[in-house]
């Protein structure tokens, strides 16, 4: 698997599939971590669509994690929330802009 980091457009493709934007972050995140950043990204992005929280909350994500915050871990981490068809896009994305 690819432990490149993620791109935005990583970020855009995941965003228009995932809607339990919360459960993903709880994955990508320590659970230490993870329960004020949610109550925290929900409070400052009321306004903004699922679509736009999630990316939001990926960007944090990539922010707080650094290096840690990796293709593989995203790709993981979507596994985990059963979203293996989300996982699935991303990789094939990833392959289509290798060639």
Excluded: Y
Excluded at 9 to 15: H, I, M, Q, R
Excluded at 73 to 84: F, N, Q, S, Y
Aim: aromatic letters at 6%; hydrophobic letters at 40%.
């Amino acid at each position: 698997m690819n432990c490149d980091k993620c791109e935005p457009g990583d970020f855009l493709l995941v965003s228009q599939f995932v809607t339990k934007w919360e459960t993903l972050f709880r994955h990508l995140m320590e659970p230490e971590d993870v329960g004020d950043m949610i109550q925290e990204l929900a409070i400052d992005n009321r306004s903004l669509s699922v679509e736009e929280t999630c990316i939001k909350a990926l960007e944090k994500w990539k922010k707080e994690r650094g290096a840690d915050a990796t293709f593989e871990h995203l790709v993981h981490a979507l596994l985990e929330c059963g979203r293996i068809d989300v996982a699935e896009k991303l990789m094939d994305s990833r392959r289509k802009m290798s060639h």
